[in-house]
């Protein structure tokens, strides 16, 4: 009867044994079809390295991750821009009596960008455009405009409201992200060694909707 209640008592505490950070911290991999796989790092220093793959695009984001429960939350360490944020950096504005407005634009390392395109606007319709030159800069004269759009493939469009007052414009672009994986406040499952992402959903060709821990 002893060895009874004994084995039922110990049955008891590993079924309600508490969960901690140490259980989930290591690697964990999912593998889809042709190509198509993600790993997850949790680290014990709260951070994680997510790396996906499909076909012949691949990339890694990083981020911090922490426990509720069974709960797994993920931040990237970069986030997509609210609505009505600009994408963009105004490095310097100068005022004087020139007779025209003059825009540099830098890339993200502080290097003149050429060959960007820059148009003036009068509410809804281009008033002029040209491009910037190998020093980055571009040169209108004075003229009715409202705003200004600057574009170059592999950035994110500038879409600024003038001042009028202002005759230098030193703009600073950012990169579009465009395979970047965001993690806002992601939510995951874990259970026995695996991740479950809520994304990932069994299907015809997805067997498995989790990741499994790596030994």
Not at 69 to 82: C, V
Not at 104 to 124: G, H, M, Q, R, Y
Not at 176 to 202: A, G, H
Request: aromatic share 12%; proline share 3%; charged share 30%.
């Amino acid at each position: 009867m002893t060895t009874i209640l004994t084995f039922l008592t110990l049955l008891s505490c590993s079924s309600t044994k508490k969960l901690i950070n140490k259980d989930i911290i290591g690697k964990y991999q999912w593998k889809g079809i042709y190509g198509v796989g993600s790993s997850i790092e949790l680290k014990k220093d709260k951070t994680f390295e997510y790396n996906w793959q499909t076909g012949l695009v691949w990339g890694t984001t990083f981020g911090t991750w922490k426990r509720e429960g069974k709960k797994i939350i993920l931040n990237s360490e970069l986030q997509p821009s609210p609505s009505g944020i600009e994408d963009y950096e105004i490095i310097k504005t100068e005022t004087n009596s020139s007779d025209s407005i003059t825009i540099k634009i830098l890339n993200p390392e502080n290097e003149p960008l050429p060959f960007a395109d820059c148009v003036l606007k009068s509410d809804t319709s281009i008033v002029t455009g040209t491009s910037t030159n190998l020093q980055g800069e571009a040169r209108f004269s004075l003229t009715k405009a409202d705003s200004l759009i600057i574009m170059f493939v592999g950035y994110k469009t500038i879409r600024h409201k003038l001042d009028h007052e202002v005759t230098r414009y030193v703009f600073k672009l950012e990169e579009v992200n465009e395979f970047y994986e965001y993690f806002t406040n992601d939510t995951w499952t874990y259970k026995k060694d695996r991740l479950y992402d809520p994304s990932i959903k069994k299907g015809r060709y997805i067997k498995k909707e989790y990741y499994e821990k790596m030994k």
